[in-house]
């Protein structure tokens, strides 16, 4: 599957500034993603991960 292919879920309740998402960018590069994305295989929502994916 690509990244292309999933869907950002229009419920996601959770938001971050633009110097967040810098920050997260940078934490990305240096230590890779430890978490990963969870997404719905039925629907290709995506359920968790939401702003590592933008």
Do not use: C, W
Not at 8 to 22: H, V, W
Not at 36 to 54: A, E, F, P, S
């Amino acid at each position: 599957m690509e990244l292309t292919d999933i869907k950002s879920a229009g419920y996601n309740p959770r938001t971050i500034t633009d110097e967040q998402l810098k920050m997260l960018n940078k934490s990305l590069q240096t230590f890779g993603d430890l978490s990963g994305i969870v997404y719905n295989r039925r629907t290709g929502n995506l359920v968790g991960g939401h702003q590592r994916l933008k």
